[in-house]
Nanobody
Framework: QVQLVESGGGLVQPGDSLNLSCAAS??????????IAWFRQAPGKFREFVAA????????IEALSVKGRFTISRDNAKNTVNLRMNSLKPEDTAVYYC???????????????????WGQGTQVTVSS
């Protein structure tokens, strides 16, 4: 059973940066065979896609709302995925979740229903 643990959240001011990490354990085979994504959920809103990285091409995709500000990367040797968040805005405030799926096509990276494994989330609050 794959277990995901997020870390790095906190309270920051608008314009600040944060780096979230997702550490995986219990993976079957190699961590490199898992597509990984970040989603977020603000109070009273649906969970939404933020960014993802593929398992085989290391292709990355980001939501339009974070494109140019957030960067996703992975370190397969350490079984971790990072989300670098720059120029944070109050509307980025949410609980951020890491999710994983074995293999899969790049076209399915942003689809929440494709991810069977989820972390518990880490709170990010952007406020002055």
């Amino acid at each position: 059973q794959v277990q995901l643990v997020e870390s790095g959240g906190g309270l920051v001011q608008p314009g600040d940066s944060l780096n979230l990490s997702c550490a995986a354990s219990g993976v079957r085979g190699s961590f490199s065979t898992y597509g990984i994504a970040w989603f977020r959920q603000a109070p009273g809103k649906f969970r939404e896609f933020v960014a993802a990285i593929s398992w085989n091409t290391d292709r990355t995709i980001e939501a339009l709302s974070v494109k140019g500000r957030f960067t996703i990367s992975r370190d397969n040797a350490k079984n971790t995925v990072n989300l670098r968040m720059n120029s944070l805005k109050p509307e980025d405030t949410a609980v951020y979740y890491c999710a994983a799926k074995l293999y899969g096509s790049d076209s399915s990276l942003s689809k929440i229903a494709n991810y069977p494994y989820w972390g518990q989330g880490t709170q990010v609050t952007v406020s002055s």
